[in-house]
């Protein structure tokens, strides 16, 4: 099982739509959780971190469920420019960071 | 925000030739650097961690003779691909924390010919 998994995607979607990502980890242990973005041959860039109790930065919001070592990504009215990669990360004791497999979305007009 | 300068941002070498890649932390001190490797359309795959003063722990299935990592001060942590193949043909790209955020270099694009 890997560490880290995450929707396969890609989710296709018009522009104004409401989509959300799911993505679950098996290190009960894992300490932090944080949504990337990665564009296409770009490096990933901080999006958001993700806290217990939830959290929501414009359209964005993460949540976090450690009984069920789930993770949530939830983009409300979504933009053509909200089309990228979207990487769901955790991270253990000693910085160890591990990414999952990223879901691709398409954003069209 | 902290920033990662990653050297060069893409090369091209012969088969067999070995390439050096650095990962330089610009404002602020990693004595912990990553690094990763990314194939088209897969994830980001942790290949190493690199510690300042000591030996990089890799990651299982990771040639420690073939992806040689030196981290000799706080700033500067160097991947070296000794002995290149076309299969080593990837994005590599590192990462130092600050505080709970990672920070990535620009990544560097390797194509062995």
């Known amino acids: 099982r890997k560490e880290v998994e995450q929707d396969p995607g890609p989710f296709n979607v018009p522009e104004g739509a409401t989509v959300a990502f799911n993505c679950t980890y098996s290190?009960?242990?894992?300490?932090?959780f944080f949504w990337y973005r990665q564009d296409c041959r770009k490096e990933p860039k901080l999006l958001m971190s993700?806290?217990?109790s939830g959290n929501e930065d414009g359209r964005f919001t993460a949540q976090l469920n450690r009984a069920s070592q789930y993770i949530s990504l939830l983009i409300r009215d979504s933009k053509l420019s909200d089309s990228a990669t979207y990487l769901c990360?955790?991270?253990?004791?000693?910085?160890?960071?591990?990414f999952g497999a990223g879901t691709r979305l398409f954003v069209k007009a | 925000g902290a920033v990662v300068s990653q050297h060069p941002s893409w090369v091209i070498c012969k088969s067999g030739t070995s390439v050096k890649i650095e990962c330089r932390s610009l404002?602020?001190?990693?004595?912990?650097m990553f690094w990763y490797r990314q194939f088209p359309k897969q994830s980001l795959m942790l290949m190493a961690t690199?510690?300042?003063?000591?030996?990089?722990?890799?990651e299982q299935g990771v040639e420690k003779d073939k992806f040689l990592i030196n981290h000799a001060s706080l700033t500067l942590s160097t991947l070296t691909v000794t002995s290149a193949h076309p299969e080593d043909s990837s994005f590599y790209i590192c990462?130092?924390?600050?505080?709970?955020?990672?920070?990535f270099g620009q990544g560097t694009r390797l194509t062995v010919v």
């Open positions: 404002d602020f001190q990693a004595t912990t």
């Open positions: 290190n009960s242990a894992s300490q932090s």
């Open positions: 690199s510690n300042e003063g000591s030996k990089a722990t890799y």
């Open positions: 990360v955790v991270s253990s004791g000693g910085f160890k960071t591990i």
């Open positions: 990462s130092a924390r600050e505080g709970r955020e990672a920070f």
């Open positions: 993700v806290y217990s």
